[in-house]
């Protein structure tokens, strides 16, 4: 994945994997100081994530024995993680769409790819790095990076007022009123959706344009904003997998509702929108790495509700974090390892190279 991080943080370079295998060339000393950025921004990621790993491993060290003692149906867990997967890869479609309806050649496999290993960047505090990563991973991003870098915003805001919007339903409908949460959820909701609107979005476009050098410049999202709705349902599928993969987990442990059972549809909603109302507000604090301790402690908040004051809740959400971290990086690495991509296609590329020349 270096080499990938790599073009990333090279916002003036978009020399592909294949070219700098052919062609290596040394940096040129006033260049020098792109090379370390390289470098730190690698180094940054790579501690971000494993500070995260760090703190799962505290987390489970605390939980290991009430975690064996109670008993886990581990086919469930690994159905969780699948469920989440594929709703990632829901939510790569949906920008994809929106990098097409902008007049952007988006490659489907590239697109994911690049969305997968981007999603890494929320592990640094402020999640700006998402956005850096994704746009330097695009494919033929030189002198687009400002538009590209908008839809992955775009995108974005896009996926969190859906869940929003699931979420007030959801809550809503739920037997035990939650008026607070229904409003709030309301609110992330109407709030995105205003922020998406073209007039609106334009505006925030042209205050955000210097950090790329685009001083003043207005991204025209006209084609954007119907896309984003007309393709939806991608992002009701997506955050259906982040649901199921909660749901999946009270299954592992064999939880019980207050009322009904796991497979009633109200209570199934309920998980669904739980997972995405505390994703979506994890997401809105930006300084909270991949909103870690917001989102757990609205988890188990909400959880509550629907099956009371267990230490399961607890557990549930513990395992919940480990399995969409894992996720994220496996996604990222899949992706990444694949052949004809990355450093796979340079290898690839110098093979034939070589057999050119003999």
């Given amino acids: 994945m270096t080499t990938d991080l790599q073009d990333a943080a090279a916002i003036t370079s978009n020399d592909s994997a294949a070219e700098a295998v052919l062609e290596p060339q040394a940096a040129a000393p006033k260049k020098r100081w792109k090379v370390w950025l390289k470098r730190v921004l690698i180094l940054i990621v790579l501690v971000a994530v494993g500070w995260q790993f760090n703190k799962l491993y505290n ?138 609107l073209p007039r609106v979005f334009e505006k925030l476009s042209k205050l955000v344009s210097v950090p790329f050098g685009q001083k003043g410049k207005v991204v025209s999202v006209a084609g954007w904003h119907p896309t984003a709705l007309r393709w939806s349902p991608l992002l009701l599928v997506a955050w259906l997998g982040s649901g199921m993969s909660l749901w999946a987990l009270t299954q592992a442990l064999a939880m019980q509702p207050l009322s009904g059972s796991l497979t009633d549809p109200m209570n199934v909603l309920f998980v669904v929108g739980t997972a995405s ?47 969409w971290t894992l996720g994220e990086v496996g996604l990222a690495g899949i992706f990444y390892l694949t052949p004809g991509i990355g450093w796979a296609g340079a290898v690839a590329a110098r093979r034939l190279a070589s057999g050119a020349d003999n």
């Fill in 277 to 323: 109302f505390a994703t979506a507000a994890g997401f809105l604090i930006l300084f909270l790495p991949a909103g870690l301790g917001a989102r757990e402690g609205l988890l188990a908040a909400l959880l509550t509700f629907c099956f009371g004051e267990t230490a399961d809740i607890l557990i549930v959400v513990l395992i919940l974090r480990t399995v």
């Fill in 59 to 196: 987390d489970w060290s605390d939980q290991s024995e009430s975690i064996w003692e109670r008993g886990i149906a581990w086919p469930w867990v690994a159905a969780s993680a699948v469920a989440f997967m594929l709703g990632q890869i829901f939510f790569a479609l949906h920008w994809r769409q929106i990098l097409i309806g902008g007049g952007y050649h988006a490659p489907l496999f590239a697109t994911v790819r690049a969305y997968c290993v981007g999603t890494l960047g929320k592990y640094i505090p402020g999640k700006a790095f998402v956005l850096v990563l994704r746009t330097g991973m695009m494919p033929q991003s030189k002198g687009r990076r400002f538009e590209i870098g908008m839809a992955v915003t775009y995108e974005t805001f896009a996926a969190m007022a859906g869940a929003g919007a699931l979420a007030a339903v959801a809550f809503f409908l739920f037997p035990t009123p939650l008026p607070i949460y229904t409003m709030t959820a309301l609110g992330i909701a109407v709030g995105l959706h205003l922020a998406l």
